[in-house]
T-cell receptor, first 114, second 112 residues
Framework: EAGVAQSPRYKIIEKRQSVAFWCNPI?????LYWYQQILGQGPKLLIQ????????DSQLPKDRFSAERLKGVDSTLKIQPAKLEDSAVYLC????????????FGPGTRLTVL | KQEVTQIPAALSVPEGENLVLNCSFT??????LQWFRQDPGKGLTSLLL?????REQTSGRLNASLDKSSGRSTLYIAASQPGDSATYLC???????????FGQGTRLTINP
């Protein structure tokens, strides 16, 4: 079974630039999560999708971050404009059903904002 | 608001030792608790998931325990090996909540 795929693996941008990350969850997984992990900290949930609907985006900085999952499969996370404090690893995870099933994580995208 | 704390932040032990990693959480009304492993530059790998009704789970040399009433979980690693070197994260899911709340992790180094 293929795991969660993410691209790119690494990205370096200047502050105020925009960037987008892509995630392809495990086939058949209805729930998709985006997490931000700052160096030395645990991951923090940014947004959760159930199919193509948003379940929780309470911790998403909506003035600069946006995410979509148009067909209920792949998802993109965008930052525009980026700030220095956005430097982090962005992790995508998926689970079979909402809420209470085990989450499977992708390798992450490491973003450096200069 | 649920808060998860892991102590110690870093641990270094010689190969072959048994060791315990600690995780504490402030709200005991959890649905389950999950332990993850994270290697440098990699994503998270799920190690063990304990439902709130369970007291422990075992997988190979790993044993995780859960004491909901005291808000604690431990991850026991037996006969540690250099390949066990990684960051270990615990995460809890509250009842009725769908998101995981993570601790900051324990960075483990096993010295040959």
């Amino acid at each position: 079974e293929a795991g969660v795929a993410q691209s790119p693996r690494y990205k370096i941008i200047e502050k105020r630039q925009s960037v987008a990350f892509w995630c392809n969850p495990i086939s058949g997984h209805a729930t998709l999560y985006w997490y931000q992990q700052i160096l030395g900290q645990g991951p923090k949930l940014l947004i959760q999708f159930q199919n193509n609907g948003v379940v929780d985006d309470s911790q998403l900085p909506k003035d600069r971050f946006s995410a979509e999952r148009l067909k209920g499969v792949d998802s993109t996370l965008k930052i525009q404009p980026a700030k220095l404090e956005d430097s982090a690893v962005y992790l995508c995870a998926s689970s079979l059903a909402p809420g209470f099933n085990e989450q499977f994580f992708g390798p992450g995208t490491r973003l450096t904002v200069l | 608001k649920q808060e998860v704390t892991q102590i110690p932040a870093a641990l270094s032990v010689p190969e072959g030792e048994n060791l315990v990693l600690n995780c504490s959480f402030t709200d005991s009304a959890i649905y389950n608790l999950q332990w993850f492993r994270q290697d440098p530059g990699k994503g998270l790998t799920s190690l063990l998931l304990i439902q709130s009704s369970q007291r422990e789970q075992t997988s190979g040399r790993l044993n995780a325990s859960l004491d909901k009433s005291s808000g604690r979980s431990t991850l026991y690693i037996a006969a540690s090996q250099p390949g066990d070197s990684a960051t270990y994260l615990c995460a809890v899911r509250g009842q009725g909540a769908q998101k995981l709340v993570f601790g900051q992790g324990t960075r483990l180094t096993i010295n040959p």
